[in-house]
C-alpha cells in the first residue's frame, strides 16, 4: 500500500508533548480531504518505521513529509526507546526524500550547509522548515490553538492544490497575525525558511509518481497477448513501466513508438503518472 502522506510525531518529552498536540486530528482532517495517509505516532515514529515508509525503492510515500518533532543541522528527529533518534538524516536524506515535499516544524532542519539544504541538493522538491532553534507551547490552551492553526494553514495551502510559495506565504501570514499574542509567533517565523528545487513545485504535479523522465534508452519491451493492453517498457536506468491501459490505441501507438526507439537506439522523454506512462516521445 502506498500514501499521499506520511506523518511523523513523536512524544518523548515536553517539547515533542507540544508538537504532537499541534498535529493531533491531522490524519482525519487530511483523510476528509480525500488524502491517504499514513501517522507514525509516539513509539512508531521510529527510524525503521520512517525508512519502510520512506525508502524510494518502494515509494510508500508518493508526495508530502510532514515532521512534528526535534531537529538539528543534521537531521529530523522521531524515537526509539522513548528518546529522541534522527530518523532522517545527511546519510539517508537522497533515498528518503527525492521526489517529496517536506515540512519540519523541528529546530535547525534547513540552516545552511543542513539536512533540509542537503535534501534539496539530492532531488527533494521542497523542504519548509527553520534555520534555527523554534518553540511550541507544551500545554494546550488558547496559544497552542493558535500556533496549530498556523502551522495548519501551509499543510492545507499545500494539499489544496497551492505552489510551496503560495502555501508558504499563508503560513508567514499566519504568524504575523498573531505577533502581538506571544513573542514566539514572530521568533518562529523570522526563521522559517523554503528551500525549492524550482519555483511552482505542487505536491500533485512535482512527487515521485506524477513526473517527465528526460532523455532515456528503451532497452526492453513485454507485451502479454491474452490480456489486452497489457505492455511494459524496459528504460535504461529505471526499469520496467507499464503503459496506460486505458486505450487500445494509446497502447498500440506508445509501444509502436517505444519499438522504433529501441530499433534505433534512439532517446526517448515519458511521462510517469503512478507508475504507468502516460504519454512518450521519441527524438
Not at 491531522?26 to 476528509?32: A, N
Not at 520512517?50 to 510508500?60: D, H, I
Request: charged letters at 20%; aromatic letters at 10%; a positive charge.
Amino acid at each position: 500500500m502506498a500514501v499521499d502522506i506520511l506523518i511523523i510525531r513523536s512524544k518523548c518529552d515536553p517539547a515533542t508533548n507540544g508538537t504532537f498536540l499541534v498535529s493531533e486530528g491531522l490524519k482525519t482532517y487530511l483523510e476528509g480531504k480525500g488524502r491517504s495517509v499514513t501517522e507514525l505516532a509516539d513509539a512508531n515514529a521510529s527510524p525503521e518505521n520512517v525508512n519502510y515508509w520512506l525508502n524510494s525503492a518502494n515509494n510508500r510515500t508518493k508526495k508530502f513529509i510532514l515532521l512534528f518533532d526535534h531537529g538539528s543541522c543534521e537531521g529530523a528527529y522521531g524515537e526509539k526507546n522513548n528518546e529522541i533518534a534522527a530518523v532522517i538524516n545527511k546519510n539517508n536524506v537522497e533515498d528518503l526524500t527525492k521526489e517529496l515535499h517536506m515540512y519540519t516544524f523541528a529546530c535547525s532542519t534547513n540552516g545552511n550547509n543542513c539536512v533540509g539544504q542537503l535534501a534539496i541538493s539530492k532531488g527533494c522538491y521542497t523542504w519548509l522548515g527553520y534555520t534555527e532553534p523554534v518553540y511550541v507551547f507544551t500545554a494546550a490552551g488558547s496559544l497552542l490553538t493558535k500556533l496549530k492553526s498556523c502551522i495548519w494553514s501551509f499543510i492545507t495551502a499545500m494539499v489544496d492544490g497551492s505552489s510551496a510559495e503560495e502555501a508558504e506565504q499563508a503560513l508567514r501570514n499566519n504568524y504575523k497575525s498573531h505577533f502581538n499574542d506571544h513573542w514566539v509567533f514572530k521568533y518562529n517565523h523570522d526563521r522559517l525558511l523554503l528551500r525549492k528545487k524550482m519555483n511552482n513545485l505542487k505536491i500533485d504535479t512535482h512527487n515521485r509518481v506524477v513526473k517527465w523522465h528526460r532523455n532515456v534508452r528503451v532497452t526492453g519491451l513485454y507485451a502479454h497477448g491474452p490480456q489486452n493492453r497489457n505492455v511494459f517498457i524496459h528504460f535504461e536506468g529505471i526499469g520496467w513501466k507499464r503503459t496506460w491501459p486505458q486505450h487500445d490505441s494509446q497502447v498500440v501507438n506508445m509501444l509502436s513508438a517505444a519499438a522504433l526507439a529501441k530499433s534505433k537506439a534512439s532517446r526517448v522523454d515519458f511521462f510517469e503518472d503512478d507508475g504507468q506512462i502516460k504519454q512518450i516521445y521519441v527524438f
